[in-house]
T-cell receptor, first 112, second 114 residues
Framework: EAQVTQNPRYLITVTGKKLTVTCSQNMNHEYMSWYRQDPGLGLRQIYYSMNVEVTDKGDVPEGYKVSRKEKRNFPLILESPSPNQTSLYFC???????????FGSGTRLTVV | AQSVTQPDIHITVSEGASLELRCNYSYGATPYLFWYVQSPGQGLQLLLKYFSGDTLVQGIKGFEAEFKRSQSSFNLRKPSVHWSDAAEYFCAVGRPPDTDKLIFGTGTRLQVFP
């Protein structure tokens, strides 16, 4: 089944403790992206990647890092999480805008 | 910069009633337009999309949307709502060929009463 898999689904962590949210897709898509969803703000893009080793900032990149060493994986790294990064995170992939995005199920992160 | 506006934060309808969710975009040319649905606890699922051609597009689950260039709108409609349609709906715009980025509206939460 074609899908985008995110892990974990839920995560509670403390301020400053580094964490990684994994994202993997099995559709051989070149484009991958991370969004955060906050009430009243919709989805905002954090980072995106056009292909392996090609990443760029989205609209809200502060406090996040990403890497794209393999085509299928696009992990989101929070080096020093803060409470304002408490949010619902979505990974998405695409083979081109014409086809739209395929989204993962989301990761609900709480930073205390 | 392009943007997407969904004026209605929350809409409540009775089961069986018709539905229209509004979406307005700001962009200099004809963008790619999408509607996504997010059921509680789920990711986003593509309902329909518009690129060019016929301005009325059909999607999954009985939804349709109409592109109106003069009004910069792409409203989502359904003739008869089912209780299972309760969800959050997002309109999104893309601006090919510059980028594969999608810009999302803030969403409209649909509540359906029996």
């Amino acid at each position: 089944e074609a899908q985008v898999t995110q892990n974990p689904r839920y995560l509670i962590t403390v301020t400053g403790k580094k964490l990684t949210v994994t994202c993997s897709q099995n559709m051989n898509h070149e484009y991958m992206s991370w969004y955060r969803q906050d009430p009243g703000l919709g989805l905002r893009q954090i980072y995106y990647s056009m292909n392996v080793e090609v990443t760029d900032k989205g609209d809200v990149p502060e406090g996040y890092k990403v890497s794209r060493k393999e085509k299928r994986n696009f992990p989101l790294i929070l080096e020093s999480p803060s409470p304002n990064q408490t949010s619902l995170y979505f990974c998405a992939s695409s083979s081109g805008l014409f086809y739209g995005y395929t989204f993962g199920s989301g990761t609900r992160l709480t930073v205390v | 910069a392009q943007s997407v506006t969904q004026p209605d934060i929350h809409i409540t309808v009775s089961e069986g009633a018709s539905l229209e969710l509004r979406c307005n975009y700001s962009y200099g040319a004809t963008p790619y337009l999408f509607w996504y649905v997010q059921s509680p606890g789920q990711g986003l699922q593509l309902l329909l999309k518009y690129f060019s051609g016929d301005t009325l597009v059909q999607g999954i689950k009985g939804f349709e949307a109409e592109f109106k260039r003069s009004q910069s709108s792409f409203n989502l409609r359904k003739p008869s709502v089912h209780w299972s349609d309760a969800a959050e709906y997002f309109c999104a715009v893309g601006r090919p060929p510059d980028t594969d980025k999608l810009i999302f509206g803030t969403g409209t939460r649909l509540q359906v009463f029996p």
